[in-house]
């Protein structure tokens, strides 16, 4: 056995040494070859590794991540929806299949920490329960975290965990800050401790510090929202007893939630509960998952054309090398041993290949991420290329190399060594194979063209119409309000900055919302109940997408209105309640009739609540559209102005004349209004809005790209079996020539030969892209799947590709002398 052991690892690296000098001796077949493997090796590890850190990888500080989950209102089936902070300690006491259940905010707030020296910056702290900590099994770095010695009881417990990072970027890891008062938003607040390294909680959200949840009043949020059980704004998650599996905690969940639904009808009417395995976005996995599988789905495709690319060059390699072959198997070379020799050059190429990929799939990693947009939370993902991804690229560049050579090797090792010796005849075998690898680049190819082109265009559909606002020339900032401001002064204060802001001369126009659009609305106004219309599924009222906006919002914006006015400064506290609504609610409740002066109640959703005031429509505007990954919308857009309803919050909005930015203009006047406020954060509103458009633009960008090199290499293997036929029928050709056939003859007659494939291979692209963009209806905003303009222009762009690739070798072909080509060596 030792003996057979060391003559195996003695032959493969004789064939490996034998492989590396062949490779060397033709140094343009191993650089075109390995950077082709390595761009296909290199955008399959970019989508691995995005795949890992998005739905596989452990969170880190978190101890078992196994048995945490996540628990949530069922939506669309799936987990995990908002629920409210009643709900949670229902939940928490009568749960048994659980250690326990914490919450945590569905996005970190974002703070004013107040300097020793009277500055002001901004800090994002995510709000979460006493035990979430505990929960997690985290352990502080220093200090302590938070444990049942602190009080759930609301504002008794002004205490605040640190971040590593921050503590680190912030204060240098001074071990002293524990036990020091920091001032946020006016309130001081004391250091427990800071978190361990690298511990972020379980999901791809970061924060600078984490506040307990019941802090909520002293940092100018609702208090009434720790009372209110249909407010939904946090995201639950647990612990599950030891024995216990997912299905048993979810059939317990079952039936909590009907009898939360039993109990309190009103908020609860419909209402099921899911609990799913822990994810670094709860909520989203679904359609992430689906997002990256139409990632590897386009990245394999690149793969599969480079490995189509290396067999069809391996093949011609393989005719070249013919005799040598045959001398080899005359002198007593087994088939074995030859399979064995040329699948060693193929794999020492694609091992070149994978390493270079590892290094692209950095680069590749950054491009990404420069195409994502701005979230209204900060996140922090590890894109770093750790042992698994480099244990993937190994795997992939193996069964890679496997796929690419085995074939060319077989075929090569059956070479006729009578026949080889005599004249080197052709193998037909060997051409057709290689005539089919060229074949499948082409239908590969064609098919990215196409996913890329009917992404362009969903971006371009979007873009212009489907968005129904546009954000382009826009920035926006979250407004820091006067510390002990009532809501009448808070209201004043954002309107005399949008006020400011309109009279800076580079500035078109301004206003104020509670939210921007984006898939991210829901400002908690409560439901709307419409006289004479039943609510769905039993419950009182039908849920709303709600903002709050100041006159002159759609304009700036540039939101269409279908029908009626804009909110004016008589819309203001005491004056008759108005709404504008979205197209589609006028649409539903009042099809082909006038929405104008119509009333809808609103209502806010606790037991027998009666409806808090009748709102009169005075506008219908066109409803946003958004993407598949973030529009959690219900579609019954409703907006009511700032000075009768305010919330606490406001984002300014500034459109600029001439499309630059104005951020400097936006902060100076924001700032010499508060100036005990953190300098605001100026957003570029189109990369914000545009947060639902990631899936289109980030598979657009790589179908687009990777298409581009998937038609070079087609064109490649065009070009090369062109210019081999051209080669191997040179005599032919000369033979026609001198019996009178036309230049214009032969060149027809080359062109043919290689349209031919290129034509085979189109149609075949053509009908596999008819098959799979159906698939992708749901990313196309309206565009058709099949799509005549991508389709066409696929097709119209390979023709030319396959026409300019065959043009030189048929080119070549009339230019042969006959003399030349008749001549006896």
Known sequence: MIGWLLRTADDASRDIRHAARLLRRDVLFTLTAAISVAIGIGANTTI????????????????????????????????????????????????TTLEGIYASTLFPQELTLTTANGGAERAVAALVTINYFSMLGAVPSTGRLFDPRDSEAPDASPIVVLSHRYWSRRFGQDPAIVGRTLSLNGQPFTVAGVASEGFQGTGVRTSDMWVPLTMTASLDKQPAILTSRASGWLLLGGRLKRGVSIAQAGAEFDAIGRALEREYP???????????????VPGNSGPIAAFLLLLTSIVGVILAIACANVAGVLLARASVRRREIAVRMAIGAGRTRLVRQLLAETLLLFALGGATGLVAARAMTSALAALLPILPFPIDVSLALDARAVVFTMALALVAALGSGLAPAL?????????????????????????????????LSIVLVIVAGLFARALREAGSTARGFDPRGVEAAAIALPAGRTPASAVAFVHEATDRLRGLPRVQDAAAAAMLPGGFEGVG???VEVPGVPAPSGKPVFDADWNIVEPGYFRTMRVAFVEGRDFTERDRTGARPVIIVGEAVARRFWPGQSAIGRQVLQREMRPHAPPVRALTIVGVVRDPGYGTLVDGTTGMFMYVPMQQQFLGRAVVVVRSRDGRTVADDVRGVLGAMNPAAA?????????????????QRVAGAVAGSLGVVGVLLAAIGIYGVTAYAVTRRTREIGIRIALGAERGDVMRMVLRHGLS?????????????????????AFLFGVSPLDPVAFAGAAALFAAVGLIACYGPARRATRIDPLEALRVE
């Open 48 to 95: 691995f590794t995005i795949a890992q850190a998005l739905l596989f990888r452990p969170p880190a500080g978190v101890a078992d991540p196994g048995r945490v989950v996540d628990i949530g209102v069922a939506r669309q089936q799936q987990c995990c929806g908002t629920t409210s902070y009643p709900n949670y300690v229902d939940l928490r006491s009568r749960a």
């Open 266 to 280: 009103d908020e609860n009417a419909g209402v099921g509960w899911r609990i799913s395995r822990l994810s670094p």
């Open 411 to 443: 075929q090569a090792s059956r070479a006729d060594v009578l026949s080889a010796l005599k004249d080197d005849a052709q193998a037909n075998g060997r051409l057709r194979l290689r005539h089919a690898f060229v074949a499948a680049q082409v239908a």
């Open 525 to 527: 106004l409560g439901g």
């Open 679 to 695: 300098m605001p954060d100026v957003q570029d509103a189109e990369r914000y809005t545009s947060v639902g458009l990631v899936a």
């Open 757 to 777: 494939l290129a034509a085979i291979g189109s149609a075949a692209g053509l009908a596999l892209a008819a098959a799979v963009s159906r698939l992708l209806t």
